[in-house]
């Protein structure tokens, strides 16, 4: 923030000029957008997730099911006002749907860089010092980014920040959806914005292209069968009738906004922090002539790497790789289990060797989905890899 924007006087709520300060303050520090939701969740929202719980859709991720969800005031007991901020995580790099080589592996656009979570929070805290200068009294305050139990998606589009489109994600005209979103809880009284209204129309492309027809209906999303929960969230193994379907993923999904209309145009982001990360431990490998199963073709980054480069690293070398990285999430048994999901169904010869190490690795979760890709090279190794729309997925529950 400049000077200009910290040094405001006290006086500021009183002439009403807290909010377009707000919005200033907010694009200075990174965030394209902001807006503010009053303290209480629409009764739809509240009512939509909650049949969203009862039909299980949440799956393993039982920190879905704290109902302080839809209570802001169990998080800040004072909350009167929700500012909520959203920041552009695009870069130029092309899209996961125009990218097919089946001996690369996807990592989806958030997960390229720095841990989200850490950016945002690092730029809300300084949101909120600048406004206890510019607010004048003292008030109370909460910043939350993603791990909060707080429906994100529902109080910003209550902000007007966005709507919530078929695909489940917040879309705003102009900016697209690779936006990501963090909050600034306080008791603080600032005028709401207005809701966004729904721009989807009659679109359907997003329920047409997963390839696990996550999409059960428009907007909602059963997490159990989407590719983002199967490679990040879940613990376990991946469901045999779903592997096919996963494709070339490694961490996330990214297909059901690759495809939105309102994401041709989306604006790119420079902040170095959203940019692909540069692999540094092959890098390092190279260099000091060790041995190892790396491959020979360069590897310049997270952006679409090839799969053997995953498939190879050390635990030490993964730790290292992606320090402050979303990817942490899905931990290095989790994605040497993805890694070999996408391996096999690569179709590719070439992965045979690293697969027939993997099914002696010491985990007993990624032996099995190494043996399982090594049945997917045998049963039928010179057919062209799987086509990511709904193959071999169970069927869709939307016909
Ligand atoms: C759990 C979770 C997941 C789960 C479940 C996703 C889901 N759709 O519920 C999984 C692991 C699958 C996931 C995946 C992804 N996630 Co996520 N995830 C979350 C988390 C922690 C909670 C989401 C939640 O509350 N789900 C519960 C359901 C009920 O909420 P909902 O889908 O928003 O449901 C609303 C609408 O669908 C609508 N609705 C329901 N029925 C109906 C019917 C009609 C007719 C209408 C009009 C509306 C409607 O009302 C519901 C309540 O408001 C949030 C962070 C947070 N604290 O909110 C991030 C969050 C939603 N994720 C985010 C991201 C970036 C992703 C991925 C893009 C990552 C990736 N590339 O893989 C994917 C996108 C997948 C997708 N299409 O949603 C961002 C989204 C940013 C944005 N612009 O929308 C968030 C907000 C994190 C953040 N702080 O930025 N995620
Ligand atoms: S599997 Fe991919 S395309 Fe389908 S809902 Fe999940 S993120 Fe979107
Ligand atoms: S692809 Fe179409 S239906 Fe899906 S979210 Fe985008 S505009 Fe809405």
Not at 243 to 253: E, M, S, T
Not at 282 to 291: A, F
């Amino acid at each position: 923030m400049t000077n200009q924007t910290q040094g405001l006087d006290s006086s500021m709520r009183k002439r009403g000029k807290l909010k377009p300060w707000l919005r200033e303050a907010a694009r200075q520090l990174g965030f394209e957008l902001c807006g503010i939701a009053p303290a209480s969740l629409p009764e739809l929202d509240r009512a939509r997730y909650l049949s969203w719980l009862e039909r299980g859709f949440q799956g393993e991720m039982k920190y879905m099911e704290r109902e302080q969800r839809l209570d802001l005031r169990l998080l800040l007991p004072s909350v009167r006002s929700v500012i909520c901020a959203g920041m552009v995580y695009n870069t130029p790099h092309p899209k996961s749907v125009e990218c097919p080589d089946p001996a690369r592996g996807w990592i989806s656009r958030y997960g390229w860089g720095e841990d989200y979570h850490l950016v945002l929070r690092e730029r809300l805290e300084k949101l909120l010092e600048g406004l206890r200068q510019a607010a004048g009294p003292p008030f109370e305050a909460k910043i939350c980014v993603d791990t909060a139990p707080l429906l994100e998606r529902a109080v910003a589009q209550a902000a007007g920040v966005g709507w919530i489109g078929k695909n489940t994600c917040l879309i705003r005209e102009k900016a697209g959806s690779w936006f990501l979103l963090g909050e600034i809880l306080t008791s603080l009284e600032i005028e709401p914005d207005e809701p966004a209204p729904d721009r989807c129309g009659t679109c359907r492309r997003c329920i047409d292209a997963c390839p696990t027809a996550a999409i059960v209906e428009p907007y909602v999303l059963d997490a159990t069968r989407c590719i983002s929960y199967f490679t990040i969230e879940l613990r376990g193994s991946i469901p045999e009738a779903f592997r096919p379907a996963v494709g070339r993923h490694l961490f996330g999904c990214d297909i059901c906004q690759d495809v939105c209309p309102w994401n041709s145009k989306a604006p790119v982001t420079l902040l170095p922090e959203f940019q692909p990360r540069p692999i540094q431990a092959v890098d390092e490998q190279r260099q000091s002539g060790e041995e190892s199963a790396v491959p020979s073709t360069p590897v310049p980054s997270t952006f679409n790497p090839p799969l053997e480069w995953l498939a190879s690293l050390s635990e030490e070398e993964f730790r290292r790789t992606f320090r402050r990285s979303p990817i942490q999430r899905a931990r290095y048994r989790g994605m040497l289990r993805n890694a070999a999901v996408a391996m096999g169904n690569s179709r590719l010869e070439k992965f045979r060797p690293l697969l027939e190490k993997l099914a002696e690795h010491p985990d007993a979760m990624v032996q099995e989905h190494a043996r399982w890709a090594l049945e997917q090279l045998g049963a039928n190794a010179t057919s062209a890899p799987l086509q990511p729309k709904n193959a071999g997925a169970p069927a869709s529950g939307l016909d």
